[in-house]
């Protein structure tokens, strides 16, 4: 893979795209605002959701390769009024990102997503958080109706990201092989192939086979994360593999 953010990109994009979910925060008339794109959650629970894994994160690149599981805050639970509640996420934000700085991009550190093609790394771990924060920045500004894409240099970095963390894997794919092509209309494109060997991401050079799915990057990112209807983006070729694929659950 080549392109990729950097790790210094991807500090000061942590920082950015939590700064956006802070101001979304800021901007909600109640806390109790209903999440659109998080059935069952308010604004509030967003917040505490997005700051707790800040936290965690943190504590866990802190630990380093020996930790065997995430690690957990032993802080206090997250304020319950407006104010103290911003104050608590802008410092999770802070630990998390001081965190990454004294790890640097290439130390060891437990991860979730162990098989995938994503190493487990403190950098991986920012990469990742990127988009937790970007994807939840834009359910935030959705509730508070401050609605905006993801930034181009973001999501390009998500489409990727998601593709490498969340479904390459040695797991087999159940069905008859075949591949997923998604196109962003900002110029990259990617293949996932899904076999008996598992799923494998790389940059796409072939012509499409199985289906295609097109759209600005930061609506592939959203379609990924469910905040966007297939219906949403142009699809070619055999659209029922869409289905296939978001309905798998590799071991």
Request: glycine share 8%.
């Amino acid at each position: 893979m080549t392109e990729a953010l950097d790790f210094p990109a991807l500090l000061r994009l942590i920082d950015d795209r939590s700064a956006a979910f802070q101001a979304a925060l800021t901007a909600a008339p109640r806390l109790d605002l209903p999440v659109p794109t998080c059935p069952e959650w308010t604004i509030a629970d967003l917040a505490r959701h997005l700051g707790d894994g800040q936290r965690s994160w943190a504590a866990t690149v802190t630990a380093g390769p020996a930790a065997t599981a995430r690690s957990t805050s032993s802080d206090a639970p997250a304020p319950q009024e407006a104010g103290a509640l911003a104050a608590w996420f802008a410092a999770s934000t802070r630990e998390l990102l001081d965190a990454l700085r004294e790890a640097g991009p290439d130390r060891g550190c437990w991860t979730w997503w162990g098989g995938s093609q994503s190493p487990q790394t403190s950098g991986a771990v920012a990469r990742h958080r990127l988009q937790e924060a970007a994807v939840h920045a834009y359910d935030a500004q959705l509730a508070a109706g401050t609605k905006q894409p993801l930034p181009a240099e973001v999501a390009l970095d998500g489409v990727e990201e998601f593709l490498s963390t969340c479904c390459a894997t040695p797991s087999p794919w159940p069905h008859a092989p075949t591949a997923f092509d998604f196109h962003a209309s900002e110029g990259r494109s990617w293949r996932l192939t899904a076999d008996g060997d598992g799923a494998r991401v790389t940059r796409l050079r072939a012509p499409v086979v199985g289906a295609a799915v097109h759209g600005t990057a930061s609506d592939l990112v959203l379609f990924m994360y469910d905040r966007l209807p297939a219906g949403s983006l142009r699809i070619d070729g055999d659209a029922t593999l869409i289905d296939l694929l978001r309905a798998w659950e590799p071991e």
